[in-house]
């Protein structure tokens, strides 16, 4: 095992993995900003160095300044959290070339599924179903059109090194596309450096449904179920649950085994969730997100497998410990974003300190911060600062911790989510599981 691991990242994620290398006896090395100089991952590891301003592109997006953290560090390895260099090939591959163990997914893998019509052909091999579209990008108007013809409209124009949102463009008719082409084309050159679209049939009503996934070096793939993550807004995940209460026992078993087999196909190791959408009672695939995620807490409490803990054995080169068979999931989970944001105000981020900060406790609950009270949210990262997973025997018992949770919360000196989360929990539509990933806009805040 590893006796000092670089985290290169920050607040709540950074906090994660600070207190599963403690657990494991491993030394944790922060890294931080000028902005993070007193946060709390900061104050919880073990040795902490400053690697540039406060803006990102200076700090934790600079892959010289945490090499040459690790360095002075002494660290064995380097964890990248999620968001920031987290999916970034070339950063893993710097790190596998370096002295240091990267604890993530292989770089070429990363590679394969950061693309993501390598992405689609890799499952569509190994008998994985994806939205129909195009396996190649495509460059031209005219192509789109001829999509459109055969698929029908809408049509979704995608960067192919896209996600979270950014880089999608949907063509209701055919004056839309080559505006829509564009658009698409430019934004995946700005955010991914990568001007290659390619097309899907756009599933208008879809659920959000992902696979939590971990491997080995040793051949063993798991998974440990599903998340439903339909809630969102603006493609940007504001609540996760597990199970999805969408899926029969037989498709679930069915979607899973898909993921397993199309990770299995591409020789994934470490953490990952292969991602569909589900729809008219068939799945498809969208995504890999070739990392930890947000959302890993819920797995975490229903299985009672630390996955983080995990992620560090599997690059220290150990084996998984379980079976497949091992693996059974009880009771229900709900996982809240706590962002700090105004839900009456279009949800803008609103950065702050924190006067009073008091998350719930009590049976079936778990927070996972980056923040105490009286620390600041800073302005020039992601707004979430902590999230609150409930769990319950069942999904109407965690419906009824989540309120209660959420009730007993008490936060001052910034706007946050919670009272979106309390006006869900108390929405017939939600608790009737009749949502979709267009609900939160286009029925919840359209009332």
Request: net charge negative; proline share 4%.
């Amino acid at each position: 095992m590893f006796e000092r691991v670089l985290i290169a990242n920050r607040d709540e994620i950074a906090v994660r993995i600070i207190q599963a290398c403690t657990e494991l006896g491993i030394e944790a090395v922060a890294v931080y900003s000028d902005a993070d100089e007193d946060a709390k991952h900061v104050r919880l590891a073990d040795d902490a160095y400053h690697i540039g301003s406060s803006k990102a592109k200076a700090s934790y997006l600079d892959q010289n300044a945490l090499l040459e953290a690790a360095r002075a560090g002494d660290v064995d390895a380097i964890h990248p959290g999620y968001g920031f260099l987290a999916e970034n090939e070339s950063f893993a591959a710097n790190v596998e070339n370096s002295e240091f163990e990267w604890i993530g997914p292989p770089s070429d893998v990363m590679a394969d599924f950061g693309e993501k019509t390598k992405a689609r052909k890799i499952m569509q091999a190994a008998d994985v179903p994806i939205v129909p579209g195009t396996t190649e990008p495509v460059t031209s108007a005219a192509e789109v059109e001829a999509f459109g013809e055969e698929h029908g409209y809408p049509i979704a124009i995608k960067a192919d090194g896209g996600g979270g949102g950014r880089g999608l463009k949907i063509a209701h008719d055919p004056s839309q596309i080559e505006s829509k082409l564009q658009e698409a084309i430019r934004e995946g050159e700005a955010y991914f450096d990568n001007p290659s679209v390619y097309l899907e049939r756009f599933l208008e009503d879809p659920r959000h449904i992902e696979v939590q996934i971990i491997g080995d070096d040793h051949g063993n793939i798991r998974h440990l179920g599903e998340r439903d993550c339909s809630i969102q807004r603006r493609q940007q995940k504001l609540v996760e649950e597990s199970p999805s209460p969408v899926l029969d026992e037989e498709t679930r078993e069915e979607l899973c085994a898909a993921a397993c087999r199309g990770a299995a196909s591409a020789d994934y190791v470490n953490a990952g969730t292969v991602e569909f959408l589900y729809e008219g009672g068939e799945f498809y695939f969208i995504e890999v997100n070739a990392r930890i995620q947000v959302e890993h807490t819920v797995t975490e409490e229903l299985t009672g497998i630390d996955l983080v803990k995990w992620q560090l054995r599997v690059a220290a080169g150990e084996e998984l410990a379980f079976s497949q068979d091992d693996i059974e999931p009880r009771g229900a989970a709900i996982e809240f974003r706590v962002n700090a944001e105004d839900p009456d105000n279009d949800f803008i981020p609103l950065p702050g300190t924190l006067s009073t900060y008091r998350p719930a406790r009590g049976i079936g609950v778990r927070v996972d911060d980056g923040v105490d009270e009286g620390d600041s949210i800073a302005p020039f990262y992601d707004s979430m600062f902590a999230k609150l997973v409930v769990t319950g025997e069942d999904r109407a018992e965690a419906i009824a911790r989540g309120k209660r949770a959420l009730e007993e919360t008490s936060i001052e000196g910034v706007p946050t989510t919670i009272p979106f989360h309390q006006l869900l929990l108390e929405d017939e539509g939600f608790v009737a599981n009749e949502h979709t990933t267009t609900y939160v806009e286009n029925d919840l805040l359209a009332e």
